[in-house]
């Protein structure tokens, strides 16, 4: 039986919501055809086995858990192992399955590191992962592989000059404008800005969760997300999903998984030309990105009826209110037939 590592928890800001997707994929996965373990990162980066209830994960109670123990990877033999008593078990795992999100797995680390252990994982790997992950570099890949419209930006990488960074901004942005980490997700750090007195707030959030901050131009408009399955170079491409942000600014770290405020209509409320121009839009930055697996593919449409690209994420929530999993539901794709297909995409 295929032995499959749900790897949860790790050093983001995004910790809580991978506890979530975790417990979520854990839940659904086919147990008669896998073999499942579980794998916690704490918030300081340790690994451990995770054998306890599988319901202490989403309430972050799992460290509380008796039956954790703790893993070391050796290179050498490119497995993980728990050592008791001076005596190696090392773990025989045939796929990674990673539903943690941000820094530190969804930027390729992870990723990496199973690489160089020639264990396989479930989605991008390495290379796409890093450049998805940091907004300013996928900007100017699709914009030069693709062609589609893009929010103006202007980068600042460091902190500091507040003032000259500003007058920058106003000069190419205008108001309103959105300063955000240029590697993170989920909305972590991110700040609407309407007026000079909240840009250095704003950009001080941004800078604490990443050393290099985008700001943006305001994009006018609906929400709209696509779900793209690759399976060894066959792609489906969902109907795009539209997200009603229920009054919020945007759709913010608490509209997404805290107040369940936002409401969502599958498929988006957009004529059907656009719809199907939004999808070959996302399977063309998908390729363009060199991913594989899954990712989700953000845009705006605008009311003049522009598409225009925002972000890609190459490890999408997968809780129960995530957009991704409701997308492949949509397409008749299950919550567990999605994990069985992205699961046999790399074996």
Not at 77 to 105: A, Q, S
Not at 187 to 214: N, Y
Not at 227 to 248: F, M, Q, S, W
Not at 323 to 333: L, R, S, T
Request: glycine fraction near 8%.
């Amino acid at each position: 039986m295929t032995t499959v590592a749900i790897l949860f928890g790790g050093r983001s800001s995004e910790y809580e919501v991978s506890l979530v997707s975790a417990t979520g994929a854990y839940t659904n996965i086919d147990k008669s055809k896998y073999n499942v373990i579980l794998i916690g990162i704490t918030r300081g980066g340790r690994f451990f086995l995770y054998q306890d209830d599988p319901a202490l994960i989403a309430p972050d109670r799992w460290t509380e858990g008796t039956k954790k123990i703790p893993l070391s990877l050796d290179l050498s033999e490119g497995k993980l192992y728990t050592e008791t008593g001076g005596i190696r078990e090392y773990l025989d795992i045939d796929v990674i399955l990673p539903m943690i999100h941000g820094k530190f797995c969804e930027d390729g680390t992870i990723q990496g590191m199973f690489a160089v252990s020639g264990i396989p994982v479930v989605g991008c790997d390495c290379q796409s992962s890093a450049v998805c992950m940091d907004k300013d570099i996928t900007k100017t890949v699709v914009g030069s592989k693709v062609g589609v419209r893009q929010a103006r930006a202007v980068v600042l990488k460091k902190a500091g000059h507040t003032e000259e960074a500003l007058r920058e901004c106003e000069r190419q942005l205008g108001y309103p404008m959105f300063v955000k980490p240029s590697r993170a997700g989920s909305s972590v750090g991110v700040t609407k800005v309407k007026d000079p007195g909240s840009f250095a707030a704003a950009v001080e959030a941004a800078f604490r969760e990443d050393s290099k901050v985008l700001v943006e131009e305001a994009i006018p408009g609906k929400e709209v997300e696509v779900a793209v399955l690759e399976e060894k170079g066959i792609y489906t491409v969902a109907h795009p999903a539209e997200i009603d942000n229920g009054g919020a600014e945007f759709y913010d770290y608490d509209t997404k998984y805290i107040t369940n405020s936002s409401t969502f209509y599958i498929p988006a409320r957009i004529p059907e030309e656009a719809q199907e121009k939004v999808r070959g839009l996302a399977e063309a930055i998908f390729r363009a990105l060199d991913c594989s697996g899954f990712a989700r593919v953000d845009f705006f449409y605008t009311p003049e009826g522009d598409l225009v690209f925002n972000e890609i994420n190459t490890l999408p929530g997968f809780t129960p209110i995530s957009m991704y999993p409701k997308m492949m539901i949509n397409e008749g794709i299950s919550y567990s037939e999605l994990l069985d297909r992205l699961i046999r995409t790399v074996l």
